[in-house]
């Protein structure tokens, strides 16, 4: 429930979906052995669940790990709760320790000085809505990054913040682990 409005929202069903939506619900229900509610109640829209999944699935210059750690730093200072859970089991699927994981949420990764270049640098994009400092795209060029995956991590932080700003309004239920506030 989202208690700044009283008003609660509610995850749909796969019946209560299109007849494409259901396909999609199907899939994820088929790949992942559920369907995560965020995913769900974004099936309330005809077209954005698939058009949601064909950005988070968009081919990518980052790696996986890259691409958990601009979610962890992101979630995180978005203040999203569901989203923090859903990476932190990913991360920990992508061979992040726990400790790493709360490291990154934090915006470091002093673990790999790469991770740790594009933690920060994700840092400042979120925090300045944009305008990262000089010294974090310098760091960032530094650590071996490339205008092009700079494009690439700008991508991720927007789509993260969709999911993030979807759930920080509606406050569905976490249907992951919960991670503890940091």
């Given at each position: 429930?989202?208690?700044?409005?009283?008003?609660?929202?509610?995850?749909?069903?796969?019946?209560?979906?299109?007849?494409?939506?259901?396909?999609?619900?199907?899939?994820?229900?088929?790949?992942?052995?559920?369907?995560?509610?965020?995913?769900?109640?974004?099936?309330?829209?005809?077209?954005?669940?698939?058009?949601?999944?064909?950005?988070?699935?968009?081919?990518?210059?980052?790696?996986?790990?890259?691409?958990?750690?601009?979610?962890?730093?992101?979630?995180?200072?978005?203040?999203?709760?569901?989203?923090?859970?859903?990476?932190?089991?990913?991360?920990?699927?992508?061979?992040?320790?726990?400790?790493?994981?709360?490291?990154?949420?934090?915006?470091?990764?002093?673990?790999?000085?790469?991770?740790?270049?594009?933690?920060?640098?994700?840092?400042?994009?979120?925090?300045?809505?944009?305008?990262?400092?000089?010294?974090?795209?310098?760091?960032?060029?530094k650590a071996g990054y490339t205008e092009v995956n700079l494009i690439d991590v700008i991508i991720?932080?927007?789509?993260?913040?969709?999911?993030?700003?979807?759930?920080?309004?509606?406050?569905?239920?976490?249907?992951?682990?919960?991670?503890?506030?940091?």
């Open positions: 429930m989202n208690t700044s409005t009283n008003l609660t929202f509610k995850v749909p069903e796969r019946a209560e979906v299109s007849t494409n939506n259901q396909a999609i619900f199907d899939n994820l229900q088929k790949g992942l052995g559920f369907v995560p509610n965020l995913y769900a109640y974004f099936g309330k829209n005809e077209t954005a669940l698939a058009d949601y999944l064909t950005l988070q699935n968009r081919k990518s210059t980052l790696k996986a790990t890259e691409r958990e750690v601009i979610n962890l730093v992101t979630s995180q200072i978005n203040g999203c709760r569901y989203c923090q859970s859903a990476h932190t089991a990913l991360g920990k699927m992508n061979g992040f320790t726990d400790n790493q994981i709360l490291e990154i949420r934090k915006g470091n990764a002093t673990f790999d000085e790469k991770l740790d270049a594009l933690a920060k640098f994700t840092v400042s994009v979120v925090e300045n809505r944009g305008k990262a400092t000089p010294q974090a795209v310098e760091t960032f060029f991720v932080v927007g789509d993260k913040i969709i999911s993030n700003y979807i759930h920080n309004l509606t406050q569905i239920d976490i249907d992951f682990p919960l991670v503890a506030e940091l």
